[in-house]
């Protein structure tokens, strides 16, 4: 079987859609609830711990079956069978992208099942204090240098599951900005701080010139006999982390076949380990099998991250929205937004199909977001009444971990009010004024979730993960490489030459101005 590459834009089901469209765009949610009181049932999907209520959004029943339609004639199935199987789906890098391998327990690679145990006996000697610094003393605050999805994903983790922490503070280091390491440092002691450098490629700027100038901090009182008990590394590439002065039982290994932005599941999540235990970790990595069994398994119908996608493709490619909002009701999940931005951009955001054409619609939907309430007093504006149809992911947790049932109330009621309101926005309601006008008819998904455990952590990682890779079929590109970072890699070297008045090719005059501007 082979990797599909068929363009959506061709098939029955798009011509079908697009007709569709032009008869329900103006149709609006308030008739479709009035019309239908088992609406709010009838569009919805239970699983495991996960309710997802999709009943505010722009579609009927033959939206759905004809989205479903799409996704069969794109033979979403097979892509999803090939990816699982370890076909190298990842075709421009020549790659498979095998994840999911690192949570699938029952069939560990070798490999991962090794790497596992050394992430667990390492994380137990930290905890447990019997690691020591070269003082002697034992440590008490692990640091992560690493940037993209050597940081990103292991950050977003770390303080999702902050409920769950030990006594290690964790400290993520990404910002090639030296203001970011330095103020790191201020609050650490060189006697007590292990520091992880996480680098797939071990050849990324921002994070080697991080490590550099930590190595530095550390050798000030350190020697270099001291490092083999402060520094520890994760990546694919053992001779460059050797070469920076790291003992080879201090590499944790990771694979070409693991996407850095898909690797906190990997050795990457090292630093999560340690802030909360090897068995939590574990907890995550089982709750995104579930997960992938699910988005293996059910029919397209039934299925979560499908149903997700499609929804996601009816507004970016019929309604032509441009951007999404994500708005998590926990202040556990501030990182996730951030995290997806990398996931979801860095995946989808191509021009080129898989039969290196130049698309003609629409790919890689704008993703934006941040906490509620937060939110409800900062962008919750430009949802209701501004002029751009934007699609909202509500998330929420039904059980507070704290026992604060006051709060959780507000919280709750607050998330479900927002997507009522931009449902129905005034509508039968005497307005004497215009600009207390709401139309509502503005579309959301609502993720309700019984409790922010480890598992269902993971779980609604992996959902997402899903979401991205649905999409990224049915509009035939490929999602797993992201040459447009490896360009801005390259562009920066002949500026920082400049910069640093070493001879480089000619620059851009625009380029050439800035650094003479900044030469004060
Ligand atoms: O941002 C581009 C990228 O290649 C990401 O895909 C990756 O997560 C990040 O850089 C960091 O790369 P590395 O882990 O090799 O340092």
Sequence with gaps: MS??????????????????????KDQSLQTYFAEDDSR????????????????KNRVTSKTMHLLQQLAEEVRLKDAIEAQFSGEHINQTEDRAVRHTALRDFENLP??????????????????DKSWKGYTGKPITDVVNIGIGGSDLGPDMVTEALSYYKNHLRVHYISNVDGDHVQETLKSLNRETTLFIIVSKTFTTQETLTNASTVRNWFLQQGTILDIESHFVAVSTNLKEVQNFGIAPENIFPMWDWVGGRFSLWSAVGLSTCCAVGYSNFEKLLQGAHQMDLHFKNAAFQDNMPVVMALLSIWYNNFYQSESEAIVPYSQYLSKFV??????????????????????????????????????????????????????????????A?????????????????????????????????????FSGNRPSNTLLIKQLTPQNLGALIALYEHKLFVQGVVWNIYSYDQWGVELGK???????????????????????????????
């Design 3 to 24: 990797f599909p590459s068929i363009n959506p834009v061709n098939t029955q089901a798009w011509a079908m859609l697009q007709a569709h469209f032009d008869a329900v």
């Design 40 to 55: 709010a049932a009838r569009f919805s999907l239970e699983w495991n711990d996960f309710y997802l209520d999709y009943s």
């Design 110 to 127: 070798k490999e991962v099942k090794q790497t596992l145990k050394k992430m667990r006996v390492f994380s137990k000697n930290v905890i």
């Design 338 to 399: 951030p995290y997806l931005q990398q996931a979801i951009m860095e995946s989808n955001g191509k021009q080129v199909d898989r039969n290196q054409n130049t698309v003609n619609y629409q790919t890689g939907t704008i993703i934006w977001g941040s906490t509620g309430t937060n939110a409800q007093h900062a962008f919750f504006q430009l949802l209701h009444q501004g002029t751009k149809l934007i699609p909202v992911d509500f998330i929420a947790f039904a059980k």
């Design 401 to 437: 971990l704290h026992k604060q049932d006051h709060h959780q109330d507000i919280l709750l009621a607050n998330c479900f009010a927002q997507s009522e309101a931009l449902l129905n926005g005034t509508i039968g309601e005497q307005i004497d004024s215009p600009f207390r006008h």
């Design 490 to 520: 390259k562009l920066a070297k002949g500026t920082l030459d400049s910069l640093q008045d070493k001879e480089s090719n000619k620059l851009h005059p625009a380029t050439e101005r800035l650094i003479h501007k900044s030469k004060y």
